[in-house]
């Protein structure tokens, strides 16, 4: 079951332009995190989120948690062609159980 | 160095033939996993482990064992692989469950022909 659906699946803008990638839930979350994988590695985390309503400036990347804590949005200012990568928006559900869940990926190309 | 270290890197086997990847971590940390990324699926969490000898199932489970006997290590044990279960794995492990951060291995490309 598939807890965190992200959008877009796949964003191609131009260097200079700004974009918004969303994580939405129906479940509510103790926290969530962001990662950013780039090819042939693991994840890397950027950030966590863990209040309701917290925003969370990481240079030209601004998170946001939703005050439900169900949602989260990554929006970042002025893309650079090192952005590009995968984005992944994950965080553990208050279910009962220790499971830690991940979204399903925005895969991003900041073009020059 | 603090990481977590997973071997092999790639491994091509066949249908039946038992297997095992190995994960290891250097940071003490309680909470471990194992994932496998597939395309358009993104990560999804196989099993997981709070601590030693203590492991619990994932969202993707069917087909996979682990073993948590030192708080090091948790290999991955695949009884009698099937092609479906050809993926990217990865090995994460994090101080607690949580908010803590979640280091990943470099990953493991297992093909099942």
């Known amino acids: 079951t598939q807890l965190l659906e992200q959008s877009p699946q796949f964003l191609s803008i131009q260097e200079g332009e700004n974009l918004t990638v969303y994580c939405n839930s129906s479940s509510v979350f103790s926290s969530l995190q962001w990662y950013r994988q780039e090819p042939g590695e693991g994840p890397v985390l950027l950030v966590t989120v863990v209040t309701g309503g917290e925003v969370k400036k990481l240079k030209r990347l601004t998170f946001q948690f939703g005050d439900a804590r169900k949602d989260s949005s990554l929006h970042i200012t002025a893309a650079q062609p090192g952005d590009t990568g995968l984005y992944l928006c994950?965080?553990?559900?208050?279910?009962?159980?220790?499971?830690?869940?991940f979204g399903t990926g925005t895969r991003l190309k900041v073009l020059a | 160095e603090a990481q977590v270290t997973q071997n092999p890197r790639y491994l091509i086997t066949v249908t039946g033939k038992k297997l095992t990847v190995t994960c290891s971590q250097n940071?003490?940390?309680?909470?471990m996993s194992w994932y496998r990324q597939d395309p358009g699926l993104g990560l999804r969490q196989i099993y997981y482990s709070m601590n030693v000898e203590v492991t619990d199932k994932g969202d993707v489970p069917e087909g996979y064992k682990v073993s948590r006997k030192e708080k090091r290590n948790f290999p991955l044990i695949l009884e009698s692989p099937s092609p479906n279960q050809t993926s990217l794995y990865f090995c994460?492990?994090?101080?607690?469950?949580?908010?803590?951060?979640?280091?990943f291995g470099p990953g493991t490309r297992l093909t099942v022909l």
């Open positions: 994460a492990s994090s101080l607690e469950r949580g908010y803590n951060e979640q280091f």
């Open positions: 994950a965080g553990d559900p208050f279910s009962g159980t220790y499971k830690y869940i």
């Open positions: 940071m003490n940390h309680e909470y």
